[in-house]
């Protein structure tokens, strides 16, 4: 997000209502004048964990418009204004506007790993206890063991930001990037792709000390999972 400093003293303006678009809002209200969400829903609760519309709610200068969307970006060379529709209303009104930011999604690029790795219907790779179900190990698993937390379908491969997808974790982006931005292990804290490539890299570098993908339980894993130590304050 390295836009925002050169945002400084202006309007933003944020389209989407997940994780990712209320991210943005909060950082780019440290430095813009107002950061504006353009939210198509009603409410946020749908789509955004509940520790950031907390955040949102109490910052004065990020702003929530539901039921509202782009219906067009004027300008030349750059973005000079847009005009918004308004659901309830029916009415689109034209603003001044210089930066705008889109957050409506993402799509997993994993078809290369499709007859190697197990994938949900929408191609986020299952990891840990996704794996795991009715008790039951993934076909075709050769270990005596569940999959660790972050652990692919093929001991020793691990997946890890926005391709994976990880059981542990509720709520966050459940309909843009399932396993990036979720709500806190317990009273942990929330992890973002790199605090999840942290954890991954950790996992694999546990498996290794241990003998290998076939070891036992290796230091800090609990029930397929590590245990994220709370940050200082």
């Not at 299952?126 to 190990?137: E, M, S």
């Not at 309909?175 to 317990?186: A, E, M, N, Y």
């Amino acid at each position: 997000m390295t836009e925002a400093l050169s945002c400084k003293g202006e309007d933003v303006y944020i389209v989407g209502g997940a994780n990712s678009a209320g991210q943005a809002a909060m950082h780019f209200s440290k430095y813009a004048r107002r950061a504006v969400m353009l939210v198509r829903g009603r409410s946020l609760s749908a789509t955004m964990s509940q520790y950031l519309i907390d955040q949102i709610k109490r910052m004065p200068n990020v702003e929530v418009v539901t039921g509202s969307h782009v219906a067009e970006v004027h300008g030349t060379e750059r973005v000079e204004a847009i005009s918004i529709h308004c659901t309830d209303s029916n009415e689109t009104n034209r603003v001044p506007a210089t930066s705008l930011y889109v957050f409506i999604g993402a799509e997993p690029r994993t078809d290369w790993l499709a007859g190697l790795l197990q994938r949900d219907d929408r191609g986020f790779i299952l990891t840990g206890d996704a794996l795991v179900r009715n008790g039951k190990r993934p076909q075709g698993w050769p270990l005596d063991r569940d999959p660790y937390w972050m652990e692919t379908s093929v001991p020793g491969i691990f997946a890890a930001g926005g391709g994976g997808c990880v059981a542990g974790w509720t709520g966050g982006c459940r309909r843009l990037l399932p396993c990036t931005h979720r709500k806190p292990l317990s009273d942990g804290f929330p992890l973002g792709s790199c605090g999840a490539g942290c954890l991954a890299a950790g996992q694999v570098t546990a498996v290794a000390v241990s003998g290998g993908a076939g070891g036992g339980n290796p230091r800090g894993m609990r029930r397929g999972r590590p245990w994220p130590r709370r940050p200082g304050p």
